[in-house]
């Protein structure tokens, strides 16, 4: 007899729930936001009664919106628009629509499947409005690049680049004129030891020129030198040729790539060769403090010094994985202290550090720091000798808040507060512990400074530029606020007009002055008021600017009792923090607000009339009046979302021919609270007939719209595996050979809940529970042919049942914990963890229990060192019934180098109890398994800092492994048995295959395996 093997599964691929996945982080629902729809001309708009008075204004903005870009793209967009709108952005980050984290860096997203729009209110007006337009930019790329009978979210726009995409989007919601993003290419511009660093187009692919604001730049020469007109024939073009952007430049512009670049770069350098000519670099205005450094220590911004000059404050990606708080010498700026690990502590999920920065209590003791936890603004408060949280005060009122600064006598902070979308000034009095409104309207109110008498606040605000009636949102200006009767009066500084702002105010130690950021030449420089007088000089004439990361982020801090001031400057594509001694009276130059015009405005500085500019100035065109718009409460239904490609496959064979193929569609709500993933695939078997118990079926209904997330899944699965065997026999006389194609289907019907509670982002509990029955049954062929004649003689089909059915109840608790960071293709820094219990019963009974726990250190950037111990079993009367699987320690994510494919005849020694030792000590009902891995990308140890995984990321990792299988008969060595445990060493080499999947190459040597050598293995699977 010949027998041959082989061996096939019908499998599902399904899309489990966030709570339901073994490790990851949690999108945590802290409150319940009660949604209404708002009905405008052309859109629909979702929000909750909490944001109800920024909403209006927001409504009217995106109806403008919709005028100007309407105009610009020479495009109707097809249907309602939907825009999802949320008071704050804690209350954003816990959207079902967009999956995964949101980090505090995200403005908004529009989402391609159903052109949603979703966004916080951005607090200033102008920042709502700036995001709603580049947003709604982006559904019109999606409009404009769908064919109408493509599927759900399929568009040419996809297919781009992200510089041709938002810069697009950054250049027609912002314009040609934009001190922020011509301070980059100022900066690149001078460069280091006289060369620019100014890429050309082809260089915009590489994720080092931030593509917004690169992006924008290209579009604005476009513009300038073509005319707007060609933008949205660039992005059908473009799109039409597969995302192939030289293409779309030679047949529109009708110049290569290449040429272009050159042109685009020679215009940079005329446009701002007079302006840093007229200016200096940032190294000659004051003391270098905190240098950015390689491996994202790039960020270095919100500085705040302490009141005796001593000690900076600051906020830093040198971290890596998160923005932190720091304190350094302000005279060396050695780091003494940090104060927060939000990447890997849960409680902080937010520092706010695009809109805030600390503030330090009069005695040089303690900082505040703005932040948001369980969803709530807080003020946490540090020592900075030791670097302990002294205290966190939760303002629930708000939604969020900015830039605090203690009064003089250390009684009370004022900061900025956010409710409504909108943003106001208030007073926390920290002895009474109450909250009081210092205004109330829909102006922007930033970045208060208490003076040293204590009975004026300054800040910035749009109040005295603004036209709300127009929604024409001015610059900001400089004001005073007397905190005891909330008067505001304005302050001259200079004056505001022509895109000039005023911003972060800072008292002189004195009181009779203001330090503070101004661009009246299109260059945010350090300028001085007298309070009394009015009279201004400049302090700074910095080529590129102080800034953070924002152009109205904080950037400045006056040592309330020396005079130091302390400031960040944006320079070679990162941000320093400097000093400079402001405490003279007599110092500065008179500022410049004219002579260099054309420092803010993007090149070509001769260029053609701008369609963008002149929308953009006219704050009446498409402006719908005032009106009470009709709301609705919102009601969810699902609707088809998504459709996975439906799949056939044909085969063929002598027992005939067998067709198969599968399809799943999702449907979600508007919101995405409510899923229904449904999935079929169909198998004819050997029947050649389609027949129930050869489909697999899965239903999935997942809910999120409660902190308490529950789910159903029911459906059936087959598993089939088989062979065939060939011999020769007689049959009613006459020789024959007779052919049996064997098939074992395990058949799993199976329904079960989910539901799970998030603690907070990084732990959960899960609970689940539910019914599986499971058949076992063989399918035989039969087919014997003369030997004579070649006649069929014998063709049978039978099937007989191997097995009694497993009729299971299932059930299972786990505590999960995961605060993991992901490199390119494994975790390189933080915890996860997994306990769980999961008692089975009905025909058998056992609990699975599993631990499983996992920590990753990374001494040094990049450098990571990772450990796990996993710990699975079976336990109870039937946790070694035959008919469940056995657990096997060779799988290649468990110890390397006794995989099942790996094992030789010859290593097969039998003895009286097993015809393979070697092989059977790896297989048990338990088992205990230990890794250890350092990690780090191919290129980091040659220094590289960008680019460190290599053109095709690549991580290096040297590894031993360790485990031990074992069962009720057989304990292992450590717990008194024989049982023996197995090890291994090598190296593996991880390569992210395009963002699909991770490909695993190891090359292990197995310790327990003499004579074997080293045991090459390959599998699809990242990093533990």
């Not at 969020?400 to 009684?411: C, H, L």
């Amino acid at each position: 007899m010949r027998s041959f093997f082989f061996a096939a599964c019908i499998t599902v691929a399904l899309a489990a729930p966030a709570s339901a996945q073994y490790f990851g982080r949690n999108k945590v629902q802290y409150k319940k936001l009660h949604f209404q729809v708002l009905k405008t001309e052309h859109f629909d708009l979702y929000f909750y009664p909490e944001e109800r008075d920024g909403v209006e204004i927001a409504a009217r903005m995106a109806e403008r919106w919709h005028a100007r870009l309407e105009r610009l793209l020479a495009h109707t967009l097809r249907g309602r628009q939907p825009l999802v709108l949320y008071a704050s952005h804690p209350d954003f980050e816990q959207n079902n629509i967009i999956p995964g984290e949101l980090g505090e860096g995200t403005g908004g997203v529009t989402e391609p499947l159903r052109r949603r729009i979703v966004l916080p209110m951005g607090g200033p007006l102008a920042d709502t409005d700036h995001v709603i337009g580049h947003e709604l930019v982006h559904a019109y790329q999606f409009d404009i690049t769908t064919n109408p009978n493509a599927p759900p979210g399929q568009n040419g726009a996809e297919r781009l680049p992200l510089w041709f995409i938002e810069g697009m989007a950054e250049y027609l919601s912002l314009g040609p004129v934009d001190p922020n993003t011509a301070m980059w290419l100022r900066d690149a511009t001078r460069g280091t030891d006289g060369k620019d660093k100014l890429p050309s187009i082809s260089d915009l692919d590489d994720p080092k020129y931030f593509p917004y604001r690169w992006g924008q730049a290209f579009w604005a020469y476009v513009g300038g030198r073509f005319g707007d007109d060609v933008v949205r024939t660039m992005l059908t073009t473009a799109a039409a040729a597969g995302g192939d952007t030289d293409a779309a430049i030679e047949k529109v512009l009708g110049v290569k790539t290449k040429d272009l670049s050159e042109d685009w770069k020679q215009s940079i350098r005329r446009t701002y060769a007079p302006v840093l000519a007229a200016t200096v670099p940032p190294s000659e205005i004051g003391t270098l403090v905190i240098q950015a450094k390689d491996f994202a220590g790039d960020l270095n911004v919100g500085p705040a010094i302490s009141p005796d000059g001593r000690w900076i404050a600051f906020l830093s990606t040198r971290s890596v994985f998160s923005i932190d708080l720091f304190v350094a010498d302000a005279a060396t700026g050695k780091i003494v202290r940090k104060l927060t690990s939000t990447a890997n502590d849960p409680h902080y999920s937010s520092l706010q550090f695009i809109y805030s920065a600390g503030a330090w209590d009069p005695q040089s003791q303690r900082i505040a720091i703005a932040t948001v936890t369980e969803g709530r603004p807080a003020l946490a408060v540090f020592g900075a000798e030791r670097g302990d949280k002294q205290q966190e005060i939760k303002v629930p009122e708000l939604d969020e808040i900015f830039n605090p600064t203690w009064a003089p006598d250390g009684r009370a902070i004022c900061f900025t507060g956010m409710t409504q979308g909108l943003t106001d000034l208030y007073v926390y009095d920290l002895t009474t512990s109450t909250l009081r409104r210092l205004t109330d309207d829909a102006y922007a109110d930033l970045q208060p400074s208490w003076s040293p008498d204590g009975r004026r606040i300054a800040f910035a605000t749009d109040r005295f530029s603004s036209d709300l009636r127009t929604l024409s949102i001015g610059d900001y200006q400089l004001a005073l606020i007397d905190p005891a009767t909330a008067r505001v009066e304005p302050l001259p500084a200079i004056p505001a007009g022509n895109s000039i702002k005023n911003i972060n105010p800072q008292w002189s130690p004195d009181g009779r002055a203001l330090l503070f950021i101004s661009d009246p030449d299109g260059i945010p420089n350090l300028y001085r008021m007298n309070v009394a007088t009015g009279d201004v000089v400049q302090m700074t004439r910095v080529g590129t600017g102080l800034s953070g990361i924002t152009s109205s982020s904080p950037a400045l801090s006056v040592a309330a009792r020396t005079g130091l001031a302390a400031f960040s400057v944006y320079e070679n594509g990162k941000y320093d923090i400097y000093t400079l001694d402001v405490s003279g009276i007599g110092r500065g130059l008179p500022p410049r607000t004219a002579g260099l015009p054309i420092a803010a405005v993007l090149p070509p500085i001769d260029r053609r009339p701008s369609d963008v500019a002149a929308l953009l100035s006219n704050p009446t065109f498409g402006l719908p009046p005032v009106v009470d718009y009709p709301v609705a409460d919102y009601k969810p239904s699902l609707q088809l979302e998504g459709v996975v490609q439906p799949q056939i496959a044909v085969g063929a064979s002598r027992y005939g021919a067998a067709i198969g193929g599968g399809i799943a569609f999702q449907f979600a709500d508007m919101l995405g609270d409510h899923m229904l993933t449904t999935i079929v695939q169909l198998n004819s078997g050997l029947s050649n007939n389609f027949s129930l118990k050869n489909t697999a079926a899965e239903a999935i209904y997942f809910n999120q719209a409660h902190r308490w997330n529950w789910g159903i899944v029911a459906g059936q699965v087959p598993y089939l595996t088989g062979g065939f065997q060939s011999s020769l026999t007689t049959i009613q006389g006459e020789p024959a050979e007779v052919d049996q194609q064997l098939i074992f289907r395990q058949t799993e019907q199976s329904a079960s809940g989910i539901v799970a509670y998030p603690f907070n982002r990084a732990q959960r509990v899960e609970f689940q529970g539910g019914v599986t029955r499971m058949s076992f049954d063989q399918i035989t062929q039969t087919q014997a042919f003369s030997l004579n004649t070649g006649q069929l003689l014998l063709n049978d089909n039978s099937e007989t049942s191997l097995a009694s059915p497993l009729t299971l109840g299932t059930s299972a608790a786990a505590l999960v914990y995961d605060t993991s960071n992901f490199g390119a293709t494994s975790p390189v820094s933080g915890r996860r963890y997994r306990f769980e219990a999961a008692p089975t019963f009905g025909t058998i009974d056992f609990t699975g229990v599993l631990a499983d726990y996992r920590e990753y250190f990374m001494p040094a950037p990049f450098y990571t060192l990772a450990a796990r111990v996993l710990h699975y079993g079976r336990y109870g009367s039937g946790g070694e019934d035959s008919r469940l699987f056995p657990l096997f320690l060779g799988y290649p994510n468990l110890v390397r180098g006794y995989d099942v494919g790996s094992f030789q005849n010859a290593e097969c020694v039998a003895t009286a109890a097993s015809t393979c030792p070697a092989f059977d000590r790896l297989v048990g009902s338990r088992m205990l398994v230990g890794n250890l891995e350092f990690r780090f990308p191919l290129l980091r140890p040659f220094g590289a800092s960008q680019r460190m995984y290599g053109p095709i990321p690549v991580e290096v990792a040297f590894f031993a492994d360790g485990g031990v299988a074992w069962d009720r008969s057989e304990k292992p060595s450590f717990l008194g048995g024989s049982r023996q445990g197995v090890g291994s060493a090598g190296v593996t080499f991880r390569v992210n295959l395009l963002g699909f999947a991770v490909g695993s190459f190891d090359f292990a040597h197995p310790f327990q395996r003499p004579g074997r050598g080293w045991v090459f293995q390959f599998n699809l699977s990242p990093g533990f």
